[in-house]
């Protein structure tokens, strides 16, 4: 029966740690009806804390842990949960980053959602490794961990001794997984059905927003990104831009990389795309149309870039999210 910490710590979603609480749960049930009561419960989970075992979430929301940060006690499986607001705190606390270390190396499997990547990589056992963490706090985390090879697109990750998934909601993915591999794919697919769970979540692409960065300071290169926002359709070549910065072509297009993180015309793709995501939430527009609107000519190239940047085709992406009600 593997041994399951749920660790509660300072601002981490509540849901977060109750739901794979319940998720678990619900699998151990399931797991002694398809046995016909001959398996013991499959997990066995406790919420963990530091030191005084009481902590807040992010909401307010007082969590009283069953056991504190023990040495005594090696569990089989961590997990990490989804933490809102400034990590700083966290990644410096050296009672929880210890204890984590400690568990992984002891042989315990450490697990994460979302910003918990962080405190898993704080202990360095991800360095050299594969990763992921939610698609909005990609650039912090390669930033703050360059040793670690982040996969920013994949829903979750599995090196064995550390598995992390995605955004908030993957805390669902990251239970069905631990359920096929430590029950079996049966029970997984069961507890899949039950709870209405989609298993085949596997990037985090589709649900990704255009990121565009403008607190840099170079108010020249900000005056081409409004430009660009507001005239994006239309056709942009390096000579006008740079033109429009007063700026020659060679400083542009650097001064442009440093400022935002893109080359102007990875950018000018990222304003397209993000244009394209919301005609297809938002109207019903054919692709064609979406394809023109964007500033696209050809449809057949339109649906390959789409579908390389979100990881859906263009009616895909429709179907999944224009219709929420």
């Known amino acids: ?3 399951v910490a749920l660790l509660a ?3 981490c979603m509540y849901s977060s740690i109750t739901g794979p609480f319940d998720c678990l749960s619900v699998a151990s049930s399931l797991w002694q009806t398809m046995s016909g009561g001959a398996e013991p419960s499959l997990f066995s989970p406790t919420v963990v804390a530091p030191a005084g075992r009481i902590v807040t979430a992010f909401n307010g929301t007082i969590i009283l842990a069953d056991d504190c940060l023990r040495d005594d006690i090696v569990y089989d499986i961590v997990y990490v949960p989804v933490v809102f607001g400034e990590l700083s705190p966290l990644l410096a606390d050296a009672e929880t980053i210890g204890w984590l270390a400690r568990q992984g ?4 499997c450490l697990c994460s959602v979302c910003a918990g990547a962080f405190l898993i990589a704080q202990t360095g056992r991800l360095n050299g490794r594969k990763a992921t963490t939610h698609w909005n706090l990609a650039d912090s985390f390669a930033e703050r961990f360059p040793d670690v090879i982040l ?3 994949k829903m979750l990750v599995d090196e064995g001794d550390c598995i992390t998934a995605g955004g908030v909601s993957a805390y669902l993915d990251l ?11 049966e029970l997984a697919a069961m507890l899949s059905k039950l709870l209405l769970i989609d298993p085949s979540r596997r990037l985090q692409t589709p649900y990704q927003t255009g990121s565009f960065r403008k607190n840099h300071g170079d ?3 900000l005056a081409v990104q409004e430009w660009l926002e507001a005239n994006f359709a239309g056709m942009v070549t390096i000579r006008d831009l740079a033109a429009r910065a007063g700026l020659g072509e060679r400083t542009f297009m650097r001064r442009f990389k440093r400022a935002t993180g893109d080359t102007p015309l990875l950018y000018l793709q990222q304003l397209r795309i993000e244009a394209a995501r919301k005609l297809f939430e938002s109207t019903a527009e054919t692709i064609e149309e979406v394809t023109r609107q964007t500033g696209y000519e050809d449809i057949s190239s339109f649906r390959k870039l789409f579908k390389r940047s979100t990881g859906l085709s263009p009616s895909a992406y429709r179907r999944k999210f224009s219709g929420f009600f």
């Open 1 to 3: 029966m593997p041994t």
């Open 9 to 11: 710590v300072q601002n």
């Open 105 to 108: 190396e002891r042989g315990a």
């Open 151 to 153: 996969k920013r697109e």
């Open 175 to 185: 239970t069905l997984y631990l359920t096929a591999r430590f029950g079996s794919h």
């Open 219 to 221: 108010l020249e290169i």
